[in-house]
């Protein structure tokens, strides 16, 4: 019986050796009923061994959940409070509606989107001077008010500054905010053109 579980594990290592040989063709040479008993045994010290490691993890778990479940009674209140508060956290976030964004932050997003080929974008012109100064000023009064105000500059040396203020993508969406502006009082006049990108900054040579 021991030569057949020695041959049993050679087997298992894939020894080829000449001992290997040497004890397997013993093996072979067994009668049945040994190999059929030691065949037997080695399936009982298997299922042992297997069950020996099932109640192990079964009691490690157990122990586990014993520590945790005293930990929770320990500390229940903590507990409680940061589940509460973990909920109302979500539903505050779930639920409560985005807070309004400023017309200049609007503006900002309009802007520095990417028209698809052949869409035409609107912006509002509400002014142009050939003084820089005075353009400079006019934008950044109408940026304190909240909206996207933005400078044009000449292409050609004495020229007119332009100040306009957002991009829209409908007429209707420029008129409207131009028409604000006037019950603000914030322009005396202005008009309509297609928004054209701003031209990169010229870097000095």
Do not use: C
Not at 21 to 35: D, F, H, N, Q, T
Not at 103 to 127: M, S
């Amino acid at each position: 019986m021991q030569l057949f579980h020695l041959n049993r594990l050679y087997q298992k290592l894939r020894r080829h050796d000449d001992l290997a040989a040497a004890v397997a063709e013993i093996a072979a040479a067994l009668p049945r009923e040994v190999v059929e008993a030691a065949k037997a045994e080695e399936q009982k010290r298997e299922a042992r061994t297997l069950r020996f490691w099932l109640a192990r993890a079964q009691y490690r778990l157990h122990q586990w959940l014993i520590t945790g479940w005293d930990y929770v009674k320990l500390y229940r209140h903590y507990l409680f409070y940061a589940l509460t508060m973990a909920a109302f956290g979500t539903m505050v976030y779930l639920f409560l509606p985005a807070g309004p964004q400023s017309p200049e932050a609007h503006g900002d997003a309009q802007r520095q989107q990417v028209a698809a080929p052949g869409q035409k974008w609107f912006t509002v012109q509400v002014a142009a001077t050939k003084n820089a100064r005075s353009a400079q000023r006019e934008v950044a009064r109408l940026k304190k008010a909240g909206y996207d105000a933005y400078l044009v500059e000449p292409r050609k040396r004495g020229g007119f500054y332009k100040i306009r203020v957002g991009r829209f993508t409908t007429k209707s969406e420029a008129e409207q905010a131009a028409r604000t502006m006037l019950k603000r009082k914030l322009i005396r006049e202005y008009f309509l053109v297609n928004y054209q990108p701003e031209p990169a900054p010229r870097q000095k040579p």
